[in-house]
Structure formats: structure tokens, C-alpha cells
């Protein structure tokens, strides 16, 4: 078992150890599979949302992590305001919470563990304050049984109603942990309105999200290329986390696999197929270093009919699209375009919550064309995706969202229905 403690101060500034070594957190968000490849990169741990993830038994993962040299802080899944539980029901707070401590007594023992995190953004759309009365006494039993692992919960953005609910109501946890993503860009001057001075860890950034992004007219952000959030990725990390030196105990960057939200490649950091995006290069750049000896491509530009994102663009049924992509060139790299629908209004999910994929509509795969026309024959919103393929296993992605709208009926046409409607 490891003894990981959180010492200093205020004055002094924070920080983790383990067994007595300080221990800044180089982490990444991360359930299973990839844990070699972020061992590779230089990260040192790695968070879960849960303990029983469908996919591996939680001893399976830390044996693996302990094997790799990586921690872990072990997510407990802590039941949602938003998804229907009520933290008036003590009969039901009482059972989750001995659920929630059968877990830990399984797991507290393992030496790959770091942490424990209660609940993944318990705070977004709850409005009971009593959920954090609930945290207080799971956060006191845990203590009372593991007094060798911090205890913290993971809270969506940074607000002052939940920061001084918390303060009040579950004092027994040792930090906070913060999810922010564009908004990380102003850090210092959140946590100073919101009154915040104690220590902290950051358990998801990257891109900036698709709720902070510019929209379409029709109301569907646009996401930025590969290279973009790389360029973004490696500044927030040296001009914020790193910058705080007294108070940030480390991060976990967002996600070290693959997920659809809101499109197939906005906050995965590997694609689909296992390919690895820039993200990837330059936080191993940024714990070790070092680049990769062949780093991922690079997109300067994607245009739809001679515009690029933010620009809203619309066409019309069987009209003919023309994209282009300016991007590294290389003769061994494949270029793949792809026309998806965009995800139903009613199917987006809400706080990461599981949405589908949507589905294509045309593809041309693995060319060495930079250019790709289309036409489609049936209105509606779509997004067109250009990726670009090396031999090692790395890509460059980009898209750019359009509307088409259904050809409109010929004038005369409707003059004549309309005299014989008369007639």
C-alpha cells in the first residue's frame, strides 16, 4: 500500500507525496485500455469515473497501472441530481453510501492507488445542498478506514454557491477538483471571485467545449482542428497548471482514449480506430521533454466552397460541395473525407453522458486527394470530416459543420397550382 499525504499550507504552498516523494500529478483521464501508451508518454496517473466499469474488474486495472508504474484516483460513482436520485431519501443516501464503502475496503489496500474522487459533477443542474451532507459522511468513513489516501469529488466548472456549500457541509475532503476547459484560459481570477485559496487538482481540461464554442446560425459549434486544441492544450498547460505552483497538485487531461460528444473526435485524444492526435505528442513533450520521434500532422486549414469555420454554410440538395485541406504535406500520409449527419437535438447528451455516433453519408477513404466534391441529395444538417493518416499510428482530424436546405419549388409551378386551385 501506498501512503500518499497532502502537505503544507497557504503560505508555503501544497503538494502531494507518496511514500514521502513528492508526487505532482501528470495525469490524464482514463477507464480502461491505453494505459500503456500513457505510461509512454510520461504520465504518471490516471483517473476513472467508476470502479465497475463494464469492461475490467477495478484490481485488473490498478494490478496493470501498479505493473506500469502509473496511480490511480479510483472513481466512485456516486448517483446524480440530474439523473433522478434524491438526496432526501436517507434510505436511499444510506444504501448508496455503503455500496460506495464496499468498494473502498475491496480496493483501499492496492499500492497503485492514489485517491479517492466522490461522484463525477455532482453539482451540474443539482439544487439540493444536501448531497454534500452525504459526501461529508461517506468522506468520514472512508477516513476512518483508509487514512492513507486523500479524498476529494470532482465538481463541473467552478462556482461560489457550491464552493461555500462544500466548505459548510463536507470540510472532511481534503481538495477540490475542478473540470474546466476554455474557461481554464482564467483560472487565477475564478478561484479568487469565488473565494477559493485551498488546494486543487484539475480532473478534466483539454479544448475548449462545445457549449463554449462559436455556433452556426442553425446552432451547432464548430470544433477546432487537431492542431488547434494541440497549440491550445500546450499553452493552458504551461500558462495555468504549471504556473500555479502553491495550489495545483497536477491534472488530468481529457480523454486519453476516444468518445462521441457532440462529434466522434472533439475531446478524444486517440480516434475511433486507435490513431493518436497531436494532443498526445505534445503532452509527452510536455511531462518528459521530449517529442515523439514521428509526431502527428498538421491541418492549417479546412474549407467548404472556399470558406472555413466560423462561417456558416448553407447549400441546397444535389448542389456540388467543394472542400480543400492545407495541411503537412507528406507522400506517405492518406487522406480520408467523410460526410456524417449531425447528432439529433434530442440525442446530444447532457455532462458527458452517452450519445451516439452519427452516421455517414459519404466517404472517400485513404486517398492522397486534398481536395474532395459532393452532393447530397436529402436537406439537413451535416458535418463534413477530413482526416489525415501517417504510417505511425497518428493523425491530424478537422470538420466544419453545413446545412442544406431543400430546393425551393419553381415560381411557376406554383403559379399554375394556384389558378387551377382558383379556377
Not at 505510461?39 to 505493473?67: K, P
Not at 472512508?142 to 463536507?170: C, F, N, W, Y
Not at 484539475?202 to 477546432?224: L, M, N, V, Y
Request: glycine letters at 8%.
Amino acid at each position: 500500500m501506498a501512503k500518499v499525504q497532502l502537505l503544507g499550507d497557504k503560505t508555503d504552498g501544497y503538494q502531494l507525496t507518496v511514500d514521502g516523494e513528492p508526487f505532482f500529478i501528470k495525469g490524464a483521464g482514463l477507464e480502461f485500455g491505453h494505459l500503456k501508451s500513457l505510461a509512454d508518454a510520461g504520465g504518471n496517473a490516471f483517473r476513472t469515473w467508476r470502479v465497475a466499469n463494464g469492461e475490467r474488474d477495478a484490481i485488473d486495472i490498478l494490478d496493470e497501472a501498479e505493473a506500469l508504474g502509473l496511480k490511480v484516483c479510483m472513481g466512485l460513482d456516486i448517483a446524480r441530481e440530474r439523473h433522478g436520485f434524491d438526496y432526501y431519501d436517507q434510505e436511499a443516501v444510506i444504501a448508496q453510501n455503503e455500496a460506495m464503502m464496499r468498494d473502498v475496503i475491496r480496493l483501499k489496500d492496492h499500492p497503485a492507488l492514489l485517491m479517492w474522487g466522490l461522484g463525477n459533477e455532482l453539482n451540474l443542474r443539482a439544487k439540493n445542498v444536501g448531497v454534500w451532507d452525504a459526501m461529508e459522511d461517506l468522506a468520514v468513513r472512508i477516513k476512518q478506514v483508509d487514512p492513507d489516501h486523500p479524498v476529494t469529488t470532482m465538481l463541473a466548472g467552478i462556482d461560489e454557491s457550491t464552493v461555500t456549500a462544500i466548505a459548510q457541509r463536507a470540510p472532511s475532503l481534503d481538495f477540490l477538483s475542478f473540470q474546466i476547459y476554455g474557461e481554464i484560459d482564467h483560472l487565477p481570477e475564478i478561484l479568487e471571485k469565488v473565494g477559493y485559496d485551498g488546494p486543487y487538482q484539475i480532473t478534466e481540461w483539454g479544448p475548449t467545449g462545445h457549449w463554449e464554442s462559436p455556433e452556426t446560425d442553425w446552432g451547432r459549434p464548430f470544433e477546432p482542428s487537431s492542431t488547434q486544441k494541440a497549440n491550445d492544450i500546450t499553452r493552458r498547460y504551461e500558462e495555468i497548471i504549471l504556473a500555479d505552483s502553491k495550489r495545483c497538485l497536477g491534472a488530468y487531461i481529457f480523454l486519453w482514449g476516444q468518445k462521441q460528444e457532440r462529434t466522434p473526435t472533439w475531446y478524444g485524444m486517440f480516434l475511433e480506430t486507435g490513431e493518436r492526435t497531436a494532443a498526445v505528442d505534445v503532452m509527452q513533450k510536455a511531462w518528459t521533454g521530449d517529442w515523439p520521434i514521428h509526431q502527428a500532422p498538421q491541418i492549417q486549414s479546412l474549407r467548404l466552397n472556399a470558406e472555413e469555420a466560423p462561417t456558416s454554410i448553407e447549400g441546397a440538395v444535389n448542389q456540388v460541395f467543394h472542400a480543400e485541406v492545407h495541411a503537412t504535406e507528406s507522400d506517405d500520409h492518406l487522406i480520408s473525407w467523410r460526410v456524417r449527419e449531425e447528432v439529433p437535438t434530442a440525442l446530444q447528451s447532457d455532462g458527458g453522458d452517452f450519445e451516439p455516433t452519427p452516421p455517414t453519408v459519404e466517404a472517400v477513404i485513404g486517398t492522397q486527394n486534398r481536395q474532395f466534391n459532393f452532393q447530397l441529395s436529402e436537406p439537413g444538417q451535416y458535418r463534413l470530416f477530413c482526416q489525415i493518416d501517417t504510417p505511425h499510428d497518428s493523425s491530424a482530424v478537422a470538420n466544419i459543420p453545413f446545412l442544406i436546405k431543400a430546393e425551393p419549388q419553381k415560381r411557376t409551378r406554383f403559379f399554375n397550382l394556384f389558378r387551377r386551385s382558383a379556377a
